[in-house]
């Protein structure tokens, strides 16, 4: 059974830096698409950055220019680094895994990490 694990969130200043991890054993890794999301409560989860097996990346025009998406297969992790935080980028933040076979997508979530941009 294939889970994601987060970890980096936390507190940081304006201007600031975080690098988010999250690991996927048990997936069918190296040919899934990954992507990272964000939601505040009451709003809907919004796309912050995806990366395919190829390792095209595609990034939310919010974050463009500071935010990377970037994957180790041998590790089987996807990172999410963000420089020049913002306020606005509080938020939890989920992983997202999807795996596309030829009769159906295998979809997993991690749980959540909060980011917190506040002086």
């Known amino acids: 059974q294939g889970q994601l694990v987060e970890s980096g969130g936390g507190l940081v200043q304006p201007g600031g830096f975080l690098r988010l991890s999250c690991a996927a054993p048990?997936?069918?890794?190296?040919?899934?698409?990954m992507a990272w999301y964000r939601q505040t409560p009451g709003k809907e989860r919004e796309l912050v950055a995806d990366?395919?097996?190829?390792?095209?990346?595609n990034y939310a025009d919010s974050v463009k220019g500071r935010f990377t998406i970037s994957r180790d297969n041998a590790r089987n992790t996807v990172y999410l680094q963000m420089k020049s935080l913002k306020p606005e980028d509080t938020d939890v933040y989920y992983c997202?895994?999807?795996?596309?076979?030829?009769?159906?997508?295998?979809?997993?979530w991690g749980q959540g990490t909060q980011v917190t941009v506040s002086s």
């Open positions: 990366i395919n097996s190829g390792m095209r990346t």
């Open positions: 048990g997936t069918d890794f190296s040919s899934s698409s």
């Open positions: 997202n895994s999807q795996t596309f076979y030829m009769t159906f997508t295998q979809e997993y």
